[in-house]
């Protein structure tokens, strides 16, 4: 296929300057030619794993792992959860009868199983949304970080401590006690908004009736707290 | 390893001077090899002048062999590289607008700036023209939102889809540029006469 061009026109073009050295007298059609097209052909012959340098090196990704980096804390997922943040997609990486029996807002299920199946391959290989896997603790969803991370896509996260730890702290927070420091008012004021705005107001009714009324004079300065910690 | 941008080897600040240079450098390249002149541009269209394909395609199949040959070495992770989605039904509409905008103004939008920068007059006048397709498009966005966003494919690769592996699609693109240079040629020797 590349032979035809060759004889054509290197007749052609160059017929006016004949004195002048070997190199300019090729045309630069066929100079081209004869560079790209080996290089071409050794492309095509170097087997595709060697080319597609996808995976991410197992020491990075130790990094990762020992600097803790791939965990989301459950008042971040919550608060981008009630600001309706589009940039947060949560998946449920449990079975999928679990997921129907509960699961957080705006969540989709991707089963472990199926992490790897090329259906799920454009939510999780993007760059443009932060995945949050949960699952019941954090053993399965930070399973399916590991294998999408040795995939070498980006922006996968995990629930810190599962959908256990989310009970404990966002839907059914411990009250702090009178000694507590500002921040810890602040959490636990946050965290209950949270839940309520999350329509858990029957977990809320329940089982905190009590907590309300110790508090009521440290209430004007958890609120500003709570507003500086929102913004 | 690169890219640079998302290795964190250097900063998005770096980046954009980074592209700021590159920018005049491939304003200075579009210039020097005439594509200014929007005779010259719209010879692609007629045959007389088959430049822009030459260009472009040989820029292409250079960037595309030493994007290969950095990953074959292991400097250039292609999977990160960012791939721009297809949205098929708006890449057809555009592509017919741009092409008849492309023949009837003689410009492509780069290379209406590039000309605008010698003090061409018709650019400028492209470039007025440019900016009110702008603002119709950007106002007039809810009308063709669903249109727009119409044929969604993600970012798909062409040797992914036929099946093929990206080197030997690659060296088959290599060859069809080749194969384009030479029939473009002829074209030009061909259509010559008719049209300087």
Not at chain 1, 3 to 26: A, E, L, W, Y
Not at chain 1, 155 to 176: C, F, K, R, S, T
Request: hydrophobic share 45%.
């Amino acid at each position: 296929m590349s032979t035809p061009p060759v004889t054509h026109s290197g007749t052609n073009p160059v017929t006016g300057n004949q004195n002048i050295n070997v190199m300019q007298k090729i045309n630069p059609r066929i100079l081209l030619a004869i560079i790209l097209i080996p290089m071409g052909l050794i492309i095509a012959m170097v087997p595709e794993d060697t080319t597609g340098s996808r995976k991410v090196s197992t020491e990075q990704i130790l990094q990762e792992i020992s600097s803790g980096s791939q965990f989301v804390s459950p008042d971040e997922v919550a608060g981008m959860i009630v600001e309706n943040n589009p940039v947060l997609q949560l998946i449920d990486v449990r079975s999928s009868n679990e997921f129907e029996n509960f699961s957080l807002p705006g969540a989709v299920n991707i089963p472990l199983t199926d992490i790897l199946s090329a259906e799920w391959r454009d939510i999780l290989d993007q760059d443009v949304r932060i995945n949050v896997f949960y699952s019941n603790g954090s053993v399965h969803a930070n399973e399916a970080w590991l294998l999408t991370r040795q995939q070498g896509y980006r922006n996968n996260y995990v629930l810190q401590g599962g959908l256990n730890y989310w009970m404990e702290a966002i839907v059914n927070p411990d009250p702090p006690s009178n000694l507590s420091p500002d921040e810890e008012f602040a959490r636990y004021d946050f965290r209950r908004a949270v839940n309520s705005a999350l329509g858990g107001e029957t977990v809320e009714r329940t089982v905190e009736a009590p907590p309300p009324p110790p508090m009521p004079s440290i209430r004007p300065r958890e609120r500003a707290t709570v507003v500086q910690g929102g913004c | 390893m690169g890219p640079l941008i998302v290795y964190d080897a250097i900063s998005s600040n770096t980046n954009l001077l980074l592209a700021f240079f590159i920018g005049i450098g491939f304003g200075f390249v579009l210039e020097q090899s005439g594509f200014s002149s929007s005779r010259k541009l719209a010879g692609m269209f007629y045959g007389y002048d088959t430049t822009v394909l030459k260009v472009f395609f040989t820029a292409a199949i250079v960037a595309m062999t030493g994007l290969l040959f950095f990953s074959l070495f292991g400097w250039m992770n292609l999977d990160v590289v960012y791939v721009n989605p297809t949205y098929l039904t708006s890449a057809i509409a555009g592509g017919v607008i741009m092409g008849a905008g492309f023949i009837l103004g003689g410009f492509c939008p780069g290379t209406s700036f590039c000309a605008a920068a010698i003090g061409k007059i018709d650019a400028f006048v492209f470039i007025g023209g440019l900016f009110i397709g702008i603002f119709i498009f950007t106002e007039g966005y809810p009308l063709w939102e669903g249109f727009h966003n119409a044929g969604f494919m993600g970012s798909p690769r062409v040797n992914e889809m036929i099946g093929l592996s990206q080197g030997v699609f690659a060296f088959l693109l290599i060859l069809a540029a080749f194969g384009m240079f030479w029939a473009g040629e002829w074209a030009e020797r061909k259509f010559a006469g008719n049209y300087r």
